[in-house]
């Protein structure tokens, strides 16, 4: 397939080996962008730095654009050497080189992405970093939990303007539910580590925003930036496939 091509975007093309590039250690879904907002997006735990270094390629020359996560510091190394265009996230680990070829859609409005504190800007930078390379306009509102709720309150005007949100909070993760009182807009809830003993790693927080006793808050895994921009790209391209 040449490059920039996409093929058939039917679902039942998923299952024809035309969707699937074998490399003997992966097989690569090259034309899951043309099903869903989001193409696959390689996952560095787990895999050597060739191994990401291979699959980049493959996503690059079928679609022109590949993106990857939660890298360490010897996939990054061999990234930017493979690939000295490309652009690196440092705070999310997160690398991309070339361009989706999917335009923004006329109207979409933009995403607020809002953090509890700066501990947790990993988790949001991930998000901001995926919805980016979806050419999706984010707008960041950092540092404004519920421990100093006035930062939240001088944000809010902002956060209003935006036509969908993700949260990102630790420790009691309350965030969430205080702005989903005060938004009408979708909102994804990313749980983080962050926190003492008794935050379990995210577990505590991942239990309380399950637990908000505000409806419609979607939640995602503990520290997965990437699945909250996935379900903001579904929420607002999802229905234009």
Partial sequence: MARGSHGSGRPEAAFSGSSVKGLGF????????????LPEV????????????????VLMEHSGHAIAT?????????????FPEGRLCERAMAFAVGRSSRPRPRGEP????????????RSAEEAAFVLEEMRAVVRRFYDVGVAGIHRLGE????????????AVAGMDAALPSVLGGLVGIPLVAVPTSTGYGSAFEGLSALLAMLNSCVPGVTVVNIDNGLGAAAALLRILRGHRR
């Fill in 110 to 121: 933009a995403v607020a992405i809002v953090s509890a504190g700066t501990a947790d800007l």
């Fill in 42 to 57: 390689i996952l560095g735990k787990g895999k050597t730095p060739s191994d990401i270094v291979e699959i980049a390629r």
């Fill in 70 to 82: 939660r890298l360490d510091g010897e996939a990054v190394s061999a990234l930017r050497e493979a």
């Fill in 26 to 37: 992966a097989r690569v879904d090259v034309l899951r962008g043309t099903r869903q907002p």
């Fill in 155 to 166: 944000a809010l005007p902002g956060i209003e303007g935006c036509g969908a949100c993700i």
